[in-house]
């Protein structure tokens, strides 16, 4: 009689090699640079599922919330009126009535109302001073004051930038949700369907494919180290280094979109894009060759390190020695002036971001001249969150949920090359630069140094902060 593992090894056999095949081939093509479309077709049918989990979530929210107003009506039903008013503070009815609190921004509402002088009127809009605060104080005139710091306490503009952006739709992810798998049978088999999906098939089969790239990658930089500086050997690195990359851009099903490639940098140019992962660098090396300019690391971010540079000039440097800086800003201008040198790739925010915005640029990289070749990417967090949120996760766990998700969905956009203006500060410079590419990614633009994730704010900034809360308050 046959064995049970006789006939387990064929069963397998008959559905992994082809598998492996396929996969294979996919992998092969798309290191090329050609395309099947078969990457396209995968998230067209990701988005048909999560419009469906959508309108399912709706519909059992709009049920539970019907059926939570059938038993209200059904409890006010049982309530005589006798005993209305001594219940109105039990939930039935607000404990303020808001009839009697009139906020008005004009003094003289409450006379056009019909409302008498003792009912309470806040003015916002009069004159304060401390002059006007010891003579005519009303409750009002603290409001603002509250509201601003209620808001900074609550939900900040710097803070929120620093952890994961919430998603406005369920993506089938149990990081993502609130229980809604198991909302209705529908999407519970659905939901089991993907988790199998990504954790049996794509998660193994990214890990192989991540870890032949990275082999890929040390031993071909080896070889190309050896090779005499010149044409030939940047020829060489150009074409391998794309290759590679592509290749490693399928260990995350990476689905990217160039816009305007004529803009695409350039030798003897500054790169610079806005920064959300440490997988940015794989998104734009699938399409040009850089050298890279970044903090040195350790673990699985120093192997790469270590084989990019035996093979191409990149800057390295150590973030809190000050000797680090010089030394980096020399190497920088000498790289610029350089022809034969690729253009230099930097992300002048200096630390992630979540995507949802781009902070403050450091000026370093806009004094050495040169041009400024700005880049936008934006990813798509729906199938998948590419932040790096370096304070919670290491890059291992960082690349396990990558590799769990979907997708890497993104758009990149070159915009026109920029030159820094006649009389124009490196801020200035930097300022606009910046400004384009949070326009260009649909980003929000702020002043805040990225830098606050790890540091407390500077003195000189909470100074600014006192300054100008104490122009509001006008002294005569």
């Not at 010891?134 to 929120?160: C, F, M, N, P």
């Amino acid at each position: 009689m046959v064995s049970l593992d006789t006939v387990l090894l064929t069963v397998a056999g008959i559905v992994l090699i082809p598998f492996v095949l396929v996969i294979s081939f996919l992998v092969l093509i798309t290191s090329f640079g050609w395309t099947t479309g078969f990457r396209r077709r995968y998230i067209e049918f990701l988005l048909w599922l999560f419009e469906y989990g959508r309108q399912k979530i709706e519909k059992a929210e709009k049920d539970k919330l019907s059926r939570t107003n059938s038993k209200e009506s059904d409890m006010d039903e049982d309530i005589q009126p006798s005993d209305a008013k001594e219940n109105s503070g039990n939930g039935t009815s607000p404990l303020i009535d808001r009839d009697e609190l009139v906020l008005a921004p004009d003094p003289n509402h409450n006379m056009r109302n019909g409302r008498k002088k003792s009912e309470v009127v806040f003015d916002f809009h009069r004159a304060r001073s401390v002059e006007t605060f010891k003579r005519d104080y009303q409750l009002g005139d603290i409001l603002d004051y509250v509201k601003s710091g209620t808001e900074a306490i609550i939900e900040d503009e710097v803070t929120q930038r620093f952890v994961a952006a919430e998603l406005r739709s369920w993506n089938l992810l149990t990081r993502t949700n609130h229980s809604y798998e198991f909302i209705n049978i529908r999407l519970t088999v659905i939901w089991v369907i993907g988790f199998f999906f990504r954790y049996f098939i794509l998660l193994p089969s990214r890990v192989v494919i991540c870890f032949i790239g990275v082999l890929l990658l040390c031993i071909a930089t080896t070889y190309i180290g050896l090779l005499a500086e010149g044409p030939l050997k940047r020829s060489i690195y150009h074409k391998i280094n794309l290759i590679i990359f592509r290749f490693m851009s399928t260990a995350l099903s990476c689905v990217i979109t160039y816009h305007n490639e004529e803009n695409r940098p350039k030798k003897k140019g500054l790169c610079v894009a806005n920064h959300t992962s440490p997988i940015d660098v794989l998104v734009l090396t699938c399409d040009n060759s850089y050298a890279l300019i970044g903090q040195r690391h350790g673990g699985f971010l120093g192997i790469i390190q270590r084989a990019l540079a035996r093979a191409s000039s990149h800057i390295w440097f150590e973030r809190a020695e000050a000797k680090d800086r010089v030394a980096v800003a020399k190497r920088l201008k000498e790289h610029v002036e350089d022809p034969d040198k690729l253009p230099i790739l930097i992300f002048p925010e200096g630390t992630c971001i979540n995507n949802t915005s781009v902070m403050q640029f450091k000026k370093g990289s806009f004094e050495v001249g040169g041009t400024i070749y700005p880049v936008a990417i934006k990813y798509d967090a729906r199938f998948g969150d590419a932040f790096w949120n370096s304070s919670r996760y290491s890059m291992m766990q960082h690349l396990y949920l990558m590799m769990t998700s979907w997708a890497i969905v993104c758009d990149v956009w070159y915009l026109p090359p920029m030159t820094r203006n006649e009389g124009e500060s490196a801020i200035d410079f930097a300022s606009r630069v910046k400004a384009a590419i949070a326009r260009q990614g649909g980003l929000v633009d702020l002043m805040w140094d990225g830098q606050l994730k790890r540091c407390k704010p500077k003195l000189e900034w909470k100074q600014k902060q006192q300054e100008e809360f104490s122009k509001r308050l006008k002294v005569n």
